[in-house]
């Protein structure tokens, strides 16, 4: 029987292989043809979570060597530093060197590639963020104008798009400034805040459609699975009553969080081989559902901020 990391392991996968897929990897499974797949995130995580697998990370090579024009490096870079997690932050070399932006030597036998990737067409609801990204140009105009989708007929603050945006706040400040000048936006202050929405969404949504049916946080899913990955990795080798402490700590940090997000987080009720049991079973549940395309999580908000530790915050 699989333990723990490795379940979360084989989950994870076959979530980032069906993400990949969906967006031109040589792979078999599509899961999320319904969801909208978020190209630098995927692309920042899987340098993390994907290194078990060699033939995942030779494909995705492929992928870059091929379509790197359209990602954003900066949002990438922008978006390890949210992450907050040091092993994410010592990928970003190796991402570097996939998109071709790296200024270290590649070895003669990292520069070759399968060619089997194929850009699928544009028009797959799921490619919302590279579609725009080929009208809007690659960088902080689309990653604004999808969190503005995401929230249509509502008004989203600066510091709503900056959490996902990987950009800083005075350069997500000035993308949302310059496209209310330009007439896509309305602004409106809000208690001494500024808050925009698009001014012609019908319009917008013509130019752009189809938009995909779950315009998925993925940001927060992935924070979410990166967390528990650190955890399996770290202890793999130790006893269960100290597996049991670090869970039921990791759990306790990031419980408001979840519960926010209508994630129904376990109760902790202080047995910790129980307590062990629970939380291990619940996440590698969520994983699961996720990976096979399930989970109702997908449906999050793609607006919604990274899962991050608070080092104070207890469960109720």
């Known amino acids: 029987m699989l333990n723990f990391n490795e379940q979360l392991t084989e989950f994870t996968l076959t979530l980032l292989w069906s993400l990949w897929t969906e967006i031109g990897v040589a792979g078999i499974h599509r899961h999320h043809k319904d969801c909208l797949i978020d190209p630098e995130v995927l692309l920042l995580v899987t ?20 379509q790197s024009y359209l990602i954003s490096l900066q949002r990438i870079q922008g978006l390890a530093r949210t992450f907050q997690v040091e092993e994410i932050a010592k990928k970003l070399a190796t991402i570097e060197e996939w998109l071709g932006k790296s200024s270290r030597r590649i070895p003669e036998d990292l520069r070759k ?14 490619l919302l963020m590279l579609r725009m990204a ?7 105009r689309t990653v604004s104008l999808v969190a503005l989708l995401t929230k249509l007929g509502s008004e989203v603050s600066v510091a709503d798009v900056t959490t996902v945006a990987g950009f800083s706040k005075t350069n997500t400040a000035n993308t949302l400034a310059t496209l209310h000048l330009g007439g896509l936006l309305h602004k409106v202050e809000v208690r001494n805040r500024l808050q925009y929405c698009l001014a012609h969404p019908k319009q917008l949504v013509a130019l752009i459609a189809p938009l995909p049916r779950n315009m998925t946080g993925w940001l927060f899913i992935f924070s979410f699975i990166v967390l528990w990955t650190c955890y399996a990795k770290q202890n793999t080798s130790s006893s269960p009553l100290r597996r ?28 910790p081989a129980q307590d062990l049991e629970r939380i ?5 549940k969520h994983v699961e559902k996720i990976a096979n395309g399930s989970s109702p999580q997908l ?7 990274p899962l991050l530790i608070e080092k104070t915050r207890g469960s109720k």
């Open 113 to 126: 590639f399968s060619e089997k990737s194929k850009l699928p067409p544009l028009s797959q609801p799921s």
């Open 299 to 305: 449906k999050a908000s793609f607006l919604l901020p």
């Open 47 to 66: 340098g993390f979570l994907g290194e078990s697998d060699p033939r995942l990370e030779d494909e995705v090579r492929d992928w870059c060597n091929s």
């Open 134 to 140: 080929t009208i809007f140009g690659v960088g902080s």
């Open 280 to 284: 291990e079973l619940w996440v590698l």
């Open 244 to 271: 049991a402490v670090a869970a039921v700590q990791l759990m306790k940090a990031t419980f408001s969080q979840l519960a926010t997000a209508g994630w129904e987080p376990p109760v902790i009720e202080g047995n």
